[in-house]
């Protein structure tokens, strides 16, 4: 995985008060290193892998922002809906300056007004958890609250996140 899920991965465990060395920021690493880093702080912080995973998404949007992709979350669309069916654009252009990158995929399949559910497909098969926390912490960006449900893996591969709006108000269609 890029260098700079690592970084914010150290970002990360700092936030949560404990140390991981640094790792060369924008190139491409083993997952397997990845997930090793994951396993470390989870160790450090005294709870479980998924539970870590989770966690960091949620506080993803900040710790993106930190590193000086704020203008990027900012540019995804005036509301939750429109920053999902954006996901696959905004990998997409930040392909270019990360040689080498194996972006997930998302594609909104349906949305009302209570709901939407978003197909998850990724050649790493662990990573849900983290785009669960994503979406939660996407949420806030629009004042609103979510629960995620993941469904059970489609036969072509793709994984049903939906998304249920946690109450009236925010920005979410
Ligand atoms: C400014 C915002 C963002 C930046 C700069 C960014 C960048 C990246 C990069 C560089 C990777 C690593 C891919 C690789 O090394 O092959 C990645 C992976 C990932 N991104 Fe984003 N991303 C952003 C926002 C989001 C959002 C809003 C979501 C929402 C769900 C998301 C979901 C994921 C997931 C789940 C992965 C893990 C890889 C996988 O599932 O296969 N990202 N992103």
Known sequence: MN???????????????????????FEQHPDASTIARVARIAELVGSSEVEVLRDFGSRFPELVRGRGYGSVLAAMGPSYTA?????????????????????PSFSLESADEARCTLLYRSIRGSLTPLAV?????????????VDVVVERRRLDGAVPIVIVRGSAGGRWR
């Open 133 to 145: 926390g994503i979406l939660e912490g996407s949420a806030r960006l629009f004042e609103l609250t």
């Open 3 to 25: 260098g700079l899920i690592h970084t914010l991965l150290s970002d990360y465990a700092s936030v949560r008060g404990v140390d991981l060395p640094e790792d060369a920021m």
């Open 83 to 103: 920053f999902l069916g954006q996901l696959d654009a905004m990998h997409a252009g930040l392909s270019v300056s990360f040689p080498g990158v194996q972006m």
